[in-house]
């Protein structure tokens, strides 16, 4: 019994740390989700057009977060594997190509962000809408440039292991969003109502105050001494860059095939009337607050992975991996039992339609399905993000959601006329083959791989980034 003693101190440690690391990230990325709820409510109380360009423009500017966000995730398991790997002195080198490549990366986001009207129009936008969906990116796209740099800091501070700043500046641009919206949509203070235009205006202002705020922070408090961050002006240096974005593209790609399947199953359902429509919202908002969990870990799981290695410590990359992923699994449980034996109490929060309700309880309780398997894919690639793995889980990604997933799911809604279920269950099915490929190469790579500290430190390092 006492053999077994070291084993489980260690599980328990390797636990602690995880939500330790976790819990500030879930809560950032509740307040994400947030932002688009305060922009929803805003919106809607000042007239139901803007409501809906309001709408449409965020998911257009949805695509644009997950790829400026996806390009970022390279950071974090760089400096996490420096960090392991006891060289915080040349954390600053990454650093620094790292805000290049934010810089340019929100460039390109800030131009598409304003050029999207082809976009607008495949989605057969109602015209009507059009010019204020149009004003809305063309205000909100000067936040692009913000939102990456944030995110570079963001990986920053997560690769080493400090994730509290996150939370905090998180929820502090969630609670500015709020008036900062209101005086610019509504026309307070002197100023014209601005409406769509406004609510653009006031989240790329809060990005910007986000960014700032999070960067004087990083320069000032102790925990980032010693990390020669700004120590002297560094031009980009292209082989670099193209280190990071072999690590960050693959994971922009990934965020941005999930993204797609979303925002392409919206649009299906959207041909099958507007009590479908409404009951898929629902359903959807549900499921994706609900993600925030496992997301906020699979955050935590890069780095936990990624210091592992670093030390050269293949044992600790598959604690790391295994006990993250089992942790998920928990709070999927969770979520789970209160999505499939609380479907109507949670439909009914969001509306009072009889009909809207009925086919809402079917999505819920579908969602609450795929919470395992959700989870289990977000996990997996979390740990494989920690091994800077990136390129292979694209690809089963790829696979799972556009070559499975999609196909499967319109067939079940057309030609079997399962209507929204029908997508709903494509869901279903793509994020189970997804779980399954992902977790069995985290699990070949955990088993068969074994990583050595010094060849970590040749390999890894911001001196040659070599790929």
Same mark, same amino acid.
């Given at each position: 019994?006492?053999?077994?003693?070291?084993?489980?101190?260690?599980?328990?440690?390797?636990?602690?740390?995880?939500?330790?690391?976790?819990?500030?990230?879930?809560?950032?990325?509740?307040?994400?989700?947030?932002?688009?709820?305060?922009?929803?409510?805003?919106?809607?109380?000042?007239?139901?057009?803007?409501?809906?360009?309001?709408?449409?423009?965020?998911?257009?500017?949805?695509?644009?977060?997950?790829?400026?966000?996806?390009?970022?995730?390279?950071?974090?398991?760089?400096?996490?594997?420096?960090?392991?790997?006891?060289?915080?002195?040349?954390?600053?080198?990454?650093?620094?190509?790292?805000?290049?490549?934010?810089?340019?990366?929100?460039?390109?986001?800030?131009?598409?962000?304003?050029?999207?009207?082809?976009?607008?129009?495949?989605?057969?936008?109602?015209?009507?809408?059009?010019?204020?969906?149009?004003?809305?990116?063309?205000?909100?796209?000067?936040?692009?440039?913000?939102?990456?740099?944030?995110?570079?800091?963001?990986?920053?501070?997560?690769?080493?292991?400090?994730?509290?700043?996150?939370?905090?500046?998180?929820?502090?641009?969630?609670?500015?969003?709020?008036?900062?919206?209101?005086?610019?949509?509504?026309?307070?203070?002197?100023?014209?109502?601005?409406?769509?235009?406004?609510?653009?205006?006031?989240?790329?202002?809060?990005?910007?105050?986000?960014?700032?705020?999070?960067?004087?922070?990083?320069?000032?408090?102790?925990?980032?001494?010693?990390?020669?961050?700004?120590?002297?002006?560094?031009?980009?240096?292209?082989?670099?860059?193209?280190?990071?974005?072999?690590?960050?593209?693959?994971?922009?790609?990934?965020?941005?095939?999930?993204?797609?399947?979303?925002? @392409?199953?919206? &649009? /299906?359902?959207?041909?099958?009337?507007?009590?479908?429509?409404?009951?898929? #919202? !629902? +359903?959807? =908002?549900? %499921?994706?607050?609900?993600?925030?969990?496992?997301?906020?870990?699979?955050?935590?799981?890069?780095?936990?992975?990624?210091?592992?290695?670093?030390?050269?410590?293949?044992?600790?990359?598959?604690?790391?991996?295994?006990?993250?992923?089992?942790?998920?699994?928990?709070?999927?449980?969770?979520?789970?039992?209160?999505?499939?034996?609380?479907?109507?109490?949670?439909?009914?929060?969001?509306?009072?339609?009889?009909?809207?309700?009925?086919? @809402?309880?079917? &999505? /819920?309780?579908?969602?609450?399905?795929?919470?395992?398997?959700?989870?289990? #894919? !977000? +996990?997996? =690639?979390? %740990?494989?993000?920690?091994?800077?793995?990136?390129?292979?889980?694209?690809?089963?990604?790829?696979?799972?959601?556009?070559?499975?997933?999609?196909?499967?799911?319109?067939?079940?809604?057309?030609?079997?006329?399962?209507?929204?279920?029908?997508?709903?269950?494509?869901?279903?099915?793509?994020?189970?083959?997804?779980?399954?490929?992902?977790?069995?190469?985290?699990?070949?790579?955990?088993?068969?791989?074994?990583?050595?500290?010094?060849?970590?430190?040749?390999?890894?390092?911001?001196?040659?980034?070599?790929?």
């Amino acid at each position: 019994m006492k053999a077994f003693r070291p084993e489980r101190v260690r599980l328990m440690h390797e636990l602690r740390a995880t939500v330790r690391l976790a819990l500030p990230l879930v809560f950032a990325q509740l307040a994400a989700i947030g932002s688009n709820v305060i922009d929803a409510l805003l919106a809607g109380h000042f007239s139901a057009h803007v409501l809906g360009a309001v709408a449409v423009g965020a998911s257009i500017w949805s695509l644009a977060i997950v790829s400026g966000i996806g390009m970022m995730m390279a950071v974090p398991p760089w400096v996490a594997q420096l960090d392991g790997a006891g060289r915080r002195l040349e954390v600053g080198a990454v650093f620094r190509q790292a805000l290049w490549l934010a810089l340019g990366m929100g460039v390109l986001l800030w131009f598409a962000v304003r050029h999207a009207m082809p976009l607008i129009e495949l989605m057969g936008v109602t015209p009507s809408l059009r010019h204020d969906v149009q004003a809305f990116l063309l205000a909100i796209s000067w936040g692009a440039p913000a939102l990456t740099c944030y995110f570079a800091l963001r990986g920053l501070s997560e690769g080493l292991s400090l994730t509290r700043p996150s939370m905090y500046f998180s929820l502090g641009g969630l609670a500015l969003l709020v008036p900062l919206g209101y005086v610019l949509m509504f026309g307070k203070f002197g100023l014209p109502p601005q409406g769509a235009h406004g609510c653009g205006m006031a989240t790329a202002a809060v990005l910007w105050i986000e960014m700032m705020g999070l960067g004087l922070y990083v320069l000032k408090h102790p925990n980032y001494r010693g990390l020669g961050l700004l120590d002297h002006f560094e031009w980009p240096h292209l082989r670099r860059i193209a280190a990071l974005a072999h690590v960050g593209l693959p994971m922009a790609v990934t965020l941005l095939a999930e993204a797609g399947l979303f925002v @392409a199953t919206a &649009l /299906i359902i959207s041909s099958l009337g507007e009590d479908v429509i409404a009951s898929h #919202q !629902v +359903a959807i =908002n549900i %499921a994706s607050l609900f993600f925030m969990i496992p997301l906020g870990l699979a955050m935590a799981i890069t780095v936990r992975v990624g210091n592992a290695v670093g030390r050269g410590d293949a044992r600790g990359v598959r604690y790391a991996g295994f006990c993250g992923i089992g942790l998920t699994l928990g709070t999927q449980l969770v979520s789970a039992a209160l999505m499939l034996g609380l479907p109507h109490f949670i439909a009914s929060l969001y509306t009072h339609d009889p009909k809207v309700i009925a086919l @809402a309880v079917q &999505l /819920i309780m579908l969602a609450g399905l795929f919470q395992f398997s959700d989870g289990i #894919q !977000v +996990a997996s =690639n979390g %740990a494989l993000r920690g091994l800077k793995d990136t390129r292979v889980p694209m690809a089963i990604t790829l696979f799972a959601y556009w070559m499975i997933g999609m196909p499967l799911g319109w067939w079940l809604t057309f030609q079997r006329g399962m209507g929204a279920r029908g997508m709903w269950m494509g869901l279903i099915a793509g994020l189970s083959v997804a779980a399954v490929l992902l977790f069995m190469r985290f699990w070949r790579s955990a088993w068969r791989k074994r990583w050595h500290r010094a060849a970590v430190t040749e390999s890894a390092l911001p001196a040659t980034l070599e790929v």
